[in-house]
C-alpha cells in the first residue's frame, strides 16, 4: 500500500529590503495621487462645487476642496502607510497578506470620514468616497506585490 505524504512549505520569511519597499510606496502614492486629482479635476470640470465640511461638525466648518488637496492628502496617509508596510514586512511571517488585509479594513473605514461630513452635498460625498476606493485600489496591490517579493 503506498501512502502519500504531503509536507506543506512554508511562506517565505524573505523579507523585502526597505528600499525596494520605499520606491514602491513612493511610486504608489504618485500614482494614486494623480489617480485621485484627475477624478477630481474631471468633476470639477463638470460643474460640481466640492466642498467639504468636518466629520460630525457643524454645516459652518465647510471648506472648498481644491486643486491638489486630494494629492496631499494621499501623500499624508502614505507616510503612514509605509511605515505600516515597514513594520509588518520586519514582523510578519505573511506581510503581504497582513498589509492587505490591514489596509482593505482601514480604506473602509476611511469612508466614515467623507460619509459624516457636516454641510457637504451627495455629489461631494460620492465623490471623496471614490477618490478613497481609487487611491486604496492604486496602493494595495502595488505595496502588497513589492510585499510579496513580485512585480
Known amino acids: 500500500m503506498m501512502s502519500a505524504s504531503f509536507t506543506r512549505t512554508p511562506a517565505t520569511s524573505a523579507k ?3 528600499r525596494a519597499l520605499l520606491r514602491v510606496s513612493l ?3 504618485v500614482a494614486a495621487a494623480a489617480a485621485t486629482e484627475t477624478l ?3 468633476v470639477r470640470i ?3 462645487d466640492l466642498a467639504v465640511g468636518d466629520p460630525g461638525g457643524s454645516a459652518s466648518s465647510v471648506v472648498p476642496v481644491t486643486a491638489g488637496a486630494c494629492a496631499l492628502s494621499v501623500a499624508m496617509c502614505m507616510v503612514i502607510g509605509t511605515v505600516m508596510a515597514a513594520l509588518i514586512n520586519w514582523r510578519s511571517s505573511r506581510p503581504a497578506r497582513t498589509y492587505r488585509i490591514a489596509t482593505v479594513v482601514l480604506a473602509l473605514l476611511s ?3 467623507p460619509l459624516t ?3 457637504t452635498d451627495n455629489a461631494t460625498k460620492f465623490t471623496l468616497i471614490c477618490a478613497h476606493l481609487v487611491a486604496a485600489a492604486v496602493v494595495i496591490p502595488m505595496v502588497s506585490r513589492c510585499l510579496a517579493g513580485t512585480r
Open 16 to 18: 523585502v529590503p526597505v
Open 27 to 29: 511610486v504608489a502614492t
Open 40 to 42: 477630481t479635476a474631471i
Open 46 to 48: 463638470a460643474g460640481v
Open 111 to 113: 469612508l466614515v470620514a
Open 117 to 119: 461630513a457636516a454641510g
